[in-house]
């Protein structure tokens, strides 16, 4: 069975720092992986996915994940933080085996101070 | 503009009734999920469906009920039996292949009177 998690409840850090929310997975194929944010009251936006290629990929607001296949992770970064980016942040993996719909982290709240 | 509308925004159910969540997709997509969202637990799973008037339970489907009778609609009932509707329902949609991103609508807050 896939599962995901999200090992932060809560992630904190200054503005102009770089942040890091974690994700790790399990899949008994290979994994699609993605980044979506939610903004308060509102429905999930996307920000980047993984699906084969590249390790590292780029994403929407300046953010990027780095796939790492031997420790089945998948960490959402961003070289330098703005307050605009507090929001709730979550994870999802899609079994290429499985053939069932994507499944969701718990969700990180990021919160970004000035 | 193309996206996902969900209706109505706030719903309130009282004890033993059925509501309906409506979820209507103009973007020509196959695929249409909903998932409920409770604090701390992330987003569930409830229902699917891949192609019109195919459906797949997801992992919490006890209690509720869906149809897919046409591309652009696949509306969910929560019946009588779910007995803690309490959360915020996402509606979301895909082209038919597993690494397509998903579009979410904006929700529905649904609440017990």
């Known amino acids: 069975a896939q599962s995901v998690a999200q090992p932060e409840d809560q992630v904190n850090v200054a503005e102009g720092n770089p942040l890091t929310v974690k994700c790790t997975y399990s899949?008994?194929?290979?994994?699609?992986l993605f980044w979506y944010v939610q903004y308060p009251n509102r429905g999930l936006q996307f920000l980047l996915k993984?699906?084969?290629?590249?390790?590292l990929v780029k994403g929407s607001y300046g953010f990027e994940a780095e796939f790492n296949k031997s420790q089945t992770s998948f960490h959402l970064k961003k070289p330098s933080a703005l307050v605009s980016d507090s929001a709730l942040y979550f994870c999802?993996?899609?079994?290429?085996?499985?053939?069932?719909?994507?499944?969701f982290g718990k969700g990180t709240t990021l919160s970004v101070s000035s | 503009d193309g996206g996902i509308t969900q209706s109505p925004k706030y719903l309130f159910r009282k004890e033993g009734q059925n509501v309906t969540l409506s979820c209507e997709q103009n973007?020509?997509?196959?695929?249409m999920y909903w998932y409920r969202q409770d604090p701390g637990q992330g987003l569930r799973l409830i229902y699917y469906?891949?192609?019109?008037?195919?459906?797949q339970k997801g992992d919490i489907a006890e209690g509720y009920s869906v149809s897919r009778e046409k591309k652009e609609s696949f509306p969910l009932t929560v019946t009588s039996a779910q007995k803690n509707p309490t959360a915020f329902y996402l509606c979301?949609?895909?082209?038919?292949?597993?690494?397509?991103?998903?579009?979410f609508g904006s929700g529905t807050q649904l609440s017990v009177l």
């Open positions: 979301a949609s895909s082209r038919d292949s597993q690494y397509e991103k998903l579009f």
């Open positions: 469906s891949q192609i019109v008037n195919d459906f």
């Open positions: 973007l020509n997509h196959d695929a």
């Open positions: 899949v008994s194929g290979n994994p699609y």
């Open positions: 999802a993996v899609r079994d290429d085996q499985a053939g069932t719909a994507l499944i």
């Open positions: 993984y699906i084969t290629g590249d390790n």
